[in-house]
């Protein structure tokens, strides 16, 4: 076996263990790739690390860097990071659900601290010492008589080609580990280099544009190729079954020719899109899970309900799809931005009837996605049209109108909430019901991929599916974190009246913006300060940390109320099992024009361990804008047959007159504790935060996202 196909297998090469050894799980991902050498590789040239996660922007490169440094006694420009590379890095599957610190991060930080033991020990060997009087500093082990030898002069071949251990003794210096470390990641985007996969040029590239059918199920009926097929610099027009692509000399000749071809098309389409997805939800067959309580009789008391509702939402990346492929000698290597290349490669593999070791996908980074955008569809066209032009780069960027038309969606969800006030102002009792397709369509298969769908020959998806608790995916956070007794319920839709899968934060964005609603709306009926009242319903000490911190930075308790304006609060912990998350809010509306604008933003997280405070600091920013977009403007819009939001017109997303005035973010640092994954931890609690200030500005209580200008004036003005 050699080392791409052992890298590949996940490290599944086991040598000189001992069966308990075996037994006992290895931190992070260390337990699917548990060969330390397929993390991490020290020669005479340096220091290479490596990790099946990818950069998405959440400065997962930097963290990375900033473990491995820490626990190896390098700085951070001695090592090399090579990340989500089918040929060199372990299969860690998807860079998703905010698991990469988690997961990969824990990897690291203990593939590197029993690297540094055994470098150690291997000089202890050679001097005849003991390993104790040893230590490693700036690349070197060091001996107390002045000896000194580098880490490449210590490494043979097989140092490093030892199964990790369930334990490593951890540096605790936190000379690195810890500080707010520049972003590896950010110079070549702001100084013009070569930052995604969008500017990668390669000798004798082609362009190709695909023209994607008008509505889903859409069939191509008639074409005309001629006149398109001998416009100047054409090289070829692809075409199998309802799949068609121009192939060009030059990007701009694609986009005409792409444009005039689409002219020359004619399709049957099928008008089968609901037009009230809130009433026709309900009515789908659903598989009903009581994922938490148990049935008892009702508690007695003051009993409040509420309905809340999330519409279909896009990723809205700035730059559309794009990935770069060539295929030769049938093999075929792909550039892509996808978040899980073995997955792709896997799909790529049934679409192309290729074996998946003569496909080769490489990470790069795209501008701007968290979740299953159109990254993986691109990457399928770019490597369908590459077929068939051999030995040429193909370069497939997506257009505008058919980046908003054909991406998964975030799903539309409806959820209901109901629970029982005692005397004493407590809930007694909690009742959560939520109604959600799938939050994963993710590839693995052919019939993910949206060329898939379009071939002569198509694939069939995978049936859908949940994703189980305690991660969960339309029921993700689903479960409140807050002490009483409450019963809930995933009504998980199998069917999906438009193509849906991951978008950032999964269901937690919506069931913590839910929940977070109705507790105030609880708070406002017992006559308790929000803040005082979620309190007293949670006895988790880190969530009531985070609280309190946001509360006191925000000056929620000397907060003066004015005219027009309102404060909210909101808090939880993500998926129940990683960081938390509590902010406090502050938001003018204007009535008339239903203009809404956050002004002030105070936020606090516990992600554990804070290997970067400013990179903790960005995801949580990041999140909050985001979710203000979300909250504020977005919503998908079709009629019976299309998807009529195609641009950003139609579409539109948060401006710089609305990125809030202020916005502060406060960590709270736990060393020695695991790391906590931060990237979606904000986006639920933003949007409990806006509907929670909404209503304290206004007195209406407005429980439907997103609080766009036209539906505030509706609300306001009734």
Known sequence: MNRREFIASGGALIVNFSLPALAQKLPGALDKAPMLDAW?????????????????????????????????????????????????????GYTAGSNSMKDSGTAILHAAAQARELLIAEAAKRWGVAPDHLSAQAGEVRGPDGKRMSYGAL??????????????????????????????DIPAKVTGGVAYVHDLRLPEMLHARVVRPPSYGAGLTALETEPVANMAGVVKIVRD?????????????????????????????????????????????????VIAGADTPPPSGRVIEAEYRRPYQIHGSIGPACAVARYENNSLTVWTHSQGVYPLRGALAE??????????????????????????????????????????????????????????????????????????????????????????????????????????????????????????????????????????????????????????????????????????????????????????????????????????????????????????????????????????????????????????????????EAVNPDGIKNQIEGGILQSVSWSAFEAVMYNDTRITSRDWGTYPILRFSHVPQSLEVHVIDRPGQPFLGTGEAAQGPAAGALANALAHATGVRVRELPFSPGRLRAVLSA
């Not at 490093?160 to 580990?177: D, E, N, T």
Request: glycine fraction near 8%.
């Open 40 to 92: 991490l590789r020290v020669g005479a040239e340096g220091i290479t690390l490596f990790t099946g996660k990818a950069e998405l922007g959440q400065g997962i490169k930097t963290a990375l860097l900033q473990i491995a440094a820490e626990q190896l006694a390098v700085p951070i420009s001695a090592i090399t990071l090579v990340t989500a590379d089918t040929a060199r890095t372990p299969n860690e």
């Open 155 to 184: 490494v043979g071949d097989e140092l490093l080609h030892v199964r990790a251990q369930p334990q490593s003794a951890l540096g605790k210096a936190r000379a690195v580990m810890g500080k707010s470390v520049q972003r590896v």
């Open 241 to 289: 079954g309802s799949f068609l692509a121009v192939v060009a000399a030059r990007e701009w000749t694609a986009v005409q020719a792409v444009r005039a071809l689409r002219a020359r098309a004619k399709w049957e389409e099928k008008a089968k899109l609901p037009r009230d997805i809130y009433a026709t939800l309900p009515q789908l067959a659903s598989e009903d899970t």
């Open 351 to 608: 679409l192309m009837a290729m074996a998946p070791e003569r496909i080769h996908c490489v990470h790069m980074e795209g501008a701007g996605c968290y979740g299953h955008n159109a990254a993986d569809d691109v990457a399928a066209d770019a490597a369908l049209i590459a077929r068939q032009v051999p030995g040429k780069p193909v370069r497939v960027q997506w257009m505008r109108e058919d980046e908003h038309a054909w991406e998964p969606f975030g799903p539309a969800m409806l959820s209901k909430a109901r629970a029982t006030l005692d005397g004493s102002g407590n809930v007694s009792g909690w009742q959560y019901d939520v109604w959600s397709n799938t939050h994963s369509s993710r590839p693995g298969k052919a019939g993910e991929l949206a060329a898939g769908l379009s071939v002569a020959k198509p694939f069939e998806p995978s049936p859908p599916r949940p994703i189980p608790q305690p991660e969960g995916g339309g029921d993700r956070n689903a479960i409140p974190l807050y002490k009483f007794p409450s019963r809930v319920t995933h009504h998980f839709i199998a069917e999906m009246p438009l193509r849906v899968s991951a978008l950032r934060a999964l269901g937690a964005y919506m069931n913590v913006f839910s929940i977070e609603s109705f507790m105030d709306e609880l708070a406002a009926a017992a006559k308790a300060d929000p803040v005082e009242f979620r309190l007293r319903q949670i006895d988790d000490p880190r969530a009531r940390d985070v609280i309190r911190l946001a509360a006191e930075r925000f000056g929620w308790d000397k907060y003066q109320k004015q005219n027009g304006r309102g404060r909210g609060f909101a808090f939880a912990r993500y998926k129940n099992l990683a960081a938390y998350c509590a902010l406090a809010m502050e938001v003018n509306v204007e009535r008339e024009a239903g203009d809404l604008r956050v002004l002030r933003v105070v936020a606090a997280v516990d992600s554990g």
